[in-house]
């Protein structure tokens, strides 16, 4: 599909096509480095080698045509409206129920939703693309790594909610969530994934005008504005 697009684009004359990719490319968990546009591609998924396969296809397809391509690999992404396992994530959390997230102490890089749209905004004004390469890769992340702990914990000051965390050690917990089938699941909460996005903030002079921390306050604090109806967030300060 995205193959397809691209086709489409050259023929009507288009000058430069962006790709959200996936910073999973690189694998869904790593050792403690950073990963950067320079490390080898390991996706750990489906999702992550079919954004491996459409980037090579638009590589070659930019290679041999004028269009000029920007493959941009996003950390996962949050925000109010973010789908999947954050959503989760902040449904528990408006709901009270307790977590046995404690100890889930390994830094991990997001990127918020704020951040990725200033980002993508950037690269779509008029001539902004204009100095770029013909074929580009960037990483793309919040400065700051917080552990999943700390977001739980970031999260429920912003949705002012009560921390329902406690501690499970993390071996007795990968046993539990591997014996429910939820491997996957354990790896992008425990393990530590961190994104190294000094490339893109080099090159177009991009940074973001506020913390990790406070983003995921709004963020937070915007979900519970419309979870279930709730107008009070604030009973628990």
């Known amino acids: 599909l995205t193959a397809e697009l691209a086709h489409r684009a050259i023929s009507a004359g288009v000058k430069h096509f962006m790709f959200t990719s996936s910073a999973y490319v690189h694998g869904n968990h790593g050792r403690g480095e950073f990963f950067s546009e320079r490390s080898p591609l390991l996706p750990s998924d489906g999702y992550a080698e079919s954004k491996v396969l459409a980037e090579e296809a638009l590589m070659r397809l930019s290679e041999s045509s004028l269009m000029k391509v920007t493959i941009v690999r996003l950390a996962p992404v ?108 354990f790896a992008t909460l425990c393990m530590p994934f961190l994104v190294d996005s000094t490339k893109i903030r080099k090159e177009i002079g991009w940074y973001e005008s506020y913390t990790a921390r406070e983003l995921l306050r709004k963020s937070g604090a915007s979900f519970m504005r419309s979870y279930k109806g709730m107008p009070d967030c604030s009973r628990h300060v």
């Open 78 to 185: 949050y925000g109010a409206e973010a789908p999947g396992n954050f959503h989760r994530l902040m449904e528990w959390i408006a709901e009270e129920k307790w977590l046995p997230l404690l100890g889930a102490r390994a830094q991990r890089t997001l990127l918020s939703r704020e951040n990725l749209v200033d980002v993508l905004a950037g690269f779509c004004m008029d001539g902004a693309w204009k100095g770029l390469e013909k074929e580009n890769v960037y990483l793309l992340a919040d400065r700051d790594a917080l552990s999943t702990a700390d977001v739980v914990k970031v999260l429920t000051e912003g949705m002012g909610r009560r921390n329902r965390l406690f501690y499970v050690p993390l071996l007795l917990l990968r046993l539990l969530m591997a014996a429910s089938g939820k491997r996957k699941q």
